[in-house]
Protein backbone atom coordinates (compact mmCIF):
# COMPACT_ATOMS: atom_id res chain seq x y z
CA UNK A 1 0.00 0.00 0.00
CA UNK A 2 1.00 3.35 -1.13
CA UNK A 3 0.23 6.44 1.20
CA UNK A 4 0.21 10.13 -0.09
CA UNK A 5 -0.29 13.29 1.75
CA UNK A 6 0.25 16.83 1.43
CA UNK A 7 0.90 19.97 3.83
CA UNK A 8 1.43 23.39 3.78
CA UNK A 9 -1.38 24.99 2.68
CA UNK A 10 -3.42 27.89 4.40
CA UNK A 11 -4.15 31.31 3.62
CA UNK A 12 -1.48 34.12 2.71
CA UNK A 13 -2.02 37.57 1.70
CA UNK A 14 -0.60 37.80 -1.78
CA UNK A 15 2.98 38.28 -2.46
CA UNK A 16 3.48 36.29 0.32
CA UNK A 17 4.91 32.59 0.18
CA UNK A 18 4.01 29.04 1.10
CA UNK A 19 6.08 25.57 1.23
CA UNK A 20 3.85 22.48 -0.21
CA UNK A 21 5.09 18.72 1.02
CA UNK A 22 4.20 16.06 -0.48
CA UNK A 23 5.07 12.83 1.37
CA UNK A 24 4.88 9.39 -0.14
CA UNK A 25 5.00 6.12 1.71
CA UNK A 26 4.42 2.68 2.13
CA UNK A 27 6.18 0.28 -1.10
CA UNK A 28 7.70 2.51 -2.97
CA UNK A 29 10.83 1.12 -5.15
CA UNK A 30 10.93 4.33 -7.18
CA UNK A 31 9.13 7.54 -7.91
CA UNK A 32 9.52 8.22 -11.73
CA UNK A 33 7.41 11.35 -11.95
CA UNK A 34 6.19 14.00 -9.57
CA UNK A 35 3.54 16.40 -10.26
CA UNK A 36 1.65 19.55 -8.34
CA UNK A 37 -2.15 19.93 -9.73
CA UNK A 38 -4.49 22.62 -8.53
CA UNK A 39 -8.54 23.21 -8.94
CA UNK A 40 -9.97 26.41 -8.47
CA UNK A 41 -14.11 26.17 -7.73
CA UNK A 42 -15.49 26.13 -11.63
CA UNK A 43 -12.63 24.80 -12.81
CA UNK A 44 -10.85 21.92 -14.29
CA UNK A 45 -7.88 20.56 -12.34
CA UNK A 46 -4.50 22.24 -13.59
CA UNK A 47 -0.77 20.99 -14.13
CA UNK A 48 1.10 23.43 -11.79
CA UNK A 49 4.58 21.96 -11.98
CA UNK A 50 6.37 18.59 -12.65
CA UNK A 51 9.44 16.46 -12.01
CA UNK A 52 10.57 13.29 -13.70
CA UNK A 53 13.38 10.85 -12.43
CA UNK A 54 15.31 11.86 -16.06
CA UNK A 55 14.58 15.51 -16.84
CA UNK A 56 14.62 18.89 -15.94
CA UNK A 57 11.08 20.33 -13.96
CA UNK A 58 8.27 22.13 -15.71
CA UNK A 59 5.69 24.43 -15.28
CA UNK A 60 2.69 25.92 -16.33
CA UNK A 61 3.06 29.47 -17.76
CA UNK A 62 1.19 31.33 -14.88
CA UNK A 63 3.52 29.97 -12.15
CA UNK A 64 7.23 30.14 -14.22
CA UNK A 65 9.91 31.76 -12.04
CA UNK A 66 7.26 32.25 -9.12
CA UNK A 67 7.21 28.49 -7.96
CA UNK A 68 9.68 25.45 -7.65
CA UNK A 69 8.85 22.11 -7.74
CA UNK A 70 11.82 20.15 -5.85
CA UNK A 71 12.08 16.55 -4.31
CA UNK A 72 13.98 15.22 -1.65
CA UNK A 73 14.48 11.19 -2.85
CA UNK A 74 15.80 10.00 0.73
CA UNK A 75 12.47 11.13 2.27
CA UNK A 76 10.40 10.39 -1.39
CA UNK A 77 9.36 13.96 -0.80
CA UNK A 78 8.05 16.49 -3.01
CA UNK A 79 8.03 20.17 -2.68
CA UNK A 80 6.38 23.19 -3.89
CA UNK A 81 7.83 26.54 -3.23
CA UNK A 82 4.88 28.77 -4.33
CA UNK A 83 6.66 32.84 -4.00
CA UNK A 84 4.84 36.26 -5.04
CA UNK A 85 1.20 34.43 -4.38
CA UNK A 86 -1.60 35.79 -6.73
CA UNK A 87 -5.60 35.95 -5.74
CA UNK A 88 -5.35 33.70 -8.87
CA UNK A 89 -3.50 31.15 -7.53
CA UNK A 90 -6.28 30.66 -4.55
CA UNK A 91 -7.31 27.04 -5.59
CA UNK A 92 -7.32 23.19 -4.25
CA UNK A 93 -3.75 21.69 -4.73
CA UNK A 94 -2.79 17.89 -5.27
CA UNK A 95 0.32 16.03 -5.54
CA UNK A 96 0.60 13.39 -7.69
CA UNK A 97 2.86 10.42 -7.91
CA UNK A 98 3.82 7.71 -10.62
CA UNK A 99 5.83 5.22 -9.18
CA UNK A 100 6.53 1.31 -9.27
CA UNK A 101 6.27 -0.34 -5.71
CA UNK A 102 9.02 -3.12 -6.91
CA UNK A 103 11.82 -2.94 -9.50
CA UNK A 104 11.10 -3.88 -12.58
CA UNK A 105 7.58 -3.45 -12.05
CA UNK A 106 3.93 -1.78 -13.36
CA UNK A 107 4.05 2.14 -12.83
CA UNK A 108 0.78 3.39 -10.87
CA UNK A 109 -0.70 6.84 -10.30
CA UNK A 110 -1.25 8.26 -6.28
CA UNK A 111 -2.75 11.09 -5.24
CA UNK A 112 -2.85 13.25 -2.51
CA UNK A 113 -6.22 14.41 -0.74
CA UNK A 114 -5.59 17.95 -1.69
CA UNK A 115 -4.43 21.33 0.27
CA UNK A 116 -6.11 24.46 0.16
CA UNK A 117 -4.32 27.72 -0.81
CA UNK A 118 -6.07 30.65 -0.13
CA UNK A 119 -4.52 34.01 -1.33
CA UNK A 120 -6.18 37.26 -0.67
CA UNK A 121 -5.58 40.45 -1.92
Known amino acids: QVHVAESGGGPVQAGGSLRLSCAAS????????AGWYRQAPGNQRELVAQLTSTGGPTYTDSVAGRFTISRDNGENTVYLQMNSLKPEDTAVYYC???????????????WGQGTQVTVSS
Open 26 to 33: GSIFSIDI
Open 96 to 110: AVDLRPVRGGRRYRY
